[in-house]
């Protein structure tokens, strides 16, 4: 069953830079990777990495904010568990600081087996640089209705 989840996150990266090249923005936004931590018993250590591509944007000036629909898409392990979260959510951005919430499906697996299940993500993302490749670093927080692949991340990552 690999080679599925191995298809099905091809297939949402590709439908992702088509439909964002076709918005009118890059193929993705932004990339990270880190360390996750699973909230839940056993292997509590493991490994992150997403993808995110930003399909509109506008700004809030009276919030003073900027704000953004996005889709994502992560791979997180933990021990023998692992889940790929893809995401539908938006972005809030003031300064170098933003905020985003995401909910949508997670293809996951766990000892008893594998499902799709509903996922969420909530973020804090704080800009270390500027210029054209800032560097970022992120905590975020990834919730699964299979509580066996929920837990929190943190990230380093670039911005396109």
């Known amino acids: 069953m690999n080679w599925a989840r191995t298809a099905i996150l091809a297939t949402v990266m590709g439908g992702t830079g088509v439909a964002s090249a076709q918005l009118g923005v890059g193929p993705l936004s932004s990339v990270r990777g880190g360390v996750f931590f699973g909230t839940n018993g056993g292997s509590r250590t493991g490994w992150a990495v997403g993808a995110d591509t930003k ?36 972005r809030f ?7 985003g919430i995401g909910a949508g499906v997670g293809f996951s697996h766990v ?39 929920s837990g929190i991340a943190l990230m380093l990552g670039l911005r396109f």
């Open 93 to 99: 951005t003031q300064g170098m600081t933003s905020f």
């Open 55 to 90: 399909f509109v944007g506008l700004k809030l000036p009276f919030l003073g904010v900027g704000a953004s629909l996005e889709g994502s898409v992560d791979y997180y392990q933990v021990g023998s568990n692992h889940n790929i979260p893809v995401l539908l959510g938006a």
């Open 111 to 149: 000892s008893s087996g594998e499902s799709v299940d509903f996922n969420m993500a909530f973020s804090v993302r704080q800009s270390l640089s500027k210029g054209p490749l800032p560097l970022f670093l992120e905590g975020r927080y990834y919730y699964s209705s299979r509580n066996a692949v």
